[in-house]
């Protein structure tokens, strides 16, 4: 397989307050463990600045107003309890925005099999009208929209595997039958959204995993519930929002996934992505905050995304 990574050094501009989980070593960690020999066959680039504007096929026209208005001239701006906006965030989301959408290009036009996109501030907590979770744009949902407004793609499918169920983007498609969202998440935990009976119009699919269960019990809700949905809503694009937060060292929720059950997933959604849409895959970084198990996460992903799927669904 042929695997695009994009990342991008501005990333570090977004600022949050000291301590903040969500902080610019996590990109540092990622490329890091990317640069191991290991990875040397990976295409890279560096992210391009997107327009902004196209954050309006998911959100209302006054949003990123709302965002440019609480961005201060210096320092660090308080959006919620823990979303926090700087004087440069804006321009690293654009970064982030540019790159994920330079990586869908690149996969829907054939220079690369699938994409992973190292890129902060995450964005499957923001929703239509509302910032949060450490989240600006919605940027996963930004590029479903443009794989159908730019390419014509009938049906595409995001599964979302970080800790915290993405309520954003369900918020965002949850009436729209032409997008699959599916997520994995901790229940209980924050945005406390993603109950199993939250099905919108037949396109979400949510399975809520308990504390303290680990990569087999994961394995068996892929096996079980996501996968046979997925293939059954047959996409023309798989997207992935990839939070490596559910990996036992991270220290806002309780899951026990270990880094080799990324691997394990990741080869799991290829296989669907073989048979349904001819291998491709973009993948966005969403969430993980312990930056030895968010590296260990993201190599296991990425060299399966590098290598091809192994096993078949039914193992």
């Known amino acids: 397989m042929t695997t695009l990574l994009i990342s991008q050094q501005n990333y570090a501009d977004h600022a949050t307050p000291h301590g903040h989980p969500e902080r610019a070593d996590r990109i540092a960690a990622v490329l890091e463990a990317l640069s191991r020999p290991r990875f040397d066959r990976l295409l890279r680039r560096d992210a391009i600045s997107g327009d902004l504007t196209l954050a ?8 990123l ?83 159908q407004r730019k390419y014509g793609a009938e049906r595409v499918a995001i599964i979302d595997f970080d800790v915290h169920h993405g309520n954003g983007t369900q918020d965002i498609f949850q009436a729209d039958p032409s997008v699959f969202y599916a997520s994995t998440h901790q229940m209980p935990l924050y945005p406390g959204t993603g109950k199993a009976s939250e099905t919108g119009v037949g396109n979400i699919n ?57 691997g394990w997933l990741t080869g799991k959604l290829m296989d669907v992505a073989d048979r349904c849409c001819g291998n491709r895959i973009v993948s966005l970084l969403e969430g993980g905050y312990d930056l030895k198990g968010l590296a260990g996460g993201v190599s296991h992903h990425v060299a399966m995304l590098m290598d091809g799927a192994i096993g078949r669904l039914d193992e």
Do not use: K
């Open 206 to 262: 949510n399975t809520p995993l308990d504390p303290n269960s680990d990569g087999q019990s994961m394995r068996e809700a892929y096996l079980t519930r996501v996968l046979p949905a997925l293939v059954d809503f047959s996409p023309d694009l798989i997207l992935i929002s990839a939070g490596f937060d559910a990996h036992e060292r991270d220290p806002l929720a309780q899951l026990r996934w270990q880094s080799s059950d990324y």
């Open 65 to 147: 107003g709302q965002l440019r208005d609480a961005r201060p001239a210096e320092g660090i701006g308080q959006l919620d309890a823990d979303t926090f906006v700087s004087a440069n965030s804006m321009a690293a989301a654009a970064t982030g925005l540019g790159g994920a959408l330079d990586a869908l290009d690149a996969v829907l036009l054939g220079a690369a099999d699938n994409a992973f996109c190292a890129i902060r501030p995450p964005g499957h907590h923001a929703e239509a009208a509302t910032p949060m979770g450490f989240c600006l744009i919605n940027t996963v949902a930004i590029v479903a929209r443009e794989a």
């Open 56 to 63: 309006e096929l998911v959100h209302g026209p006054g949003y």
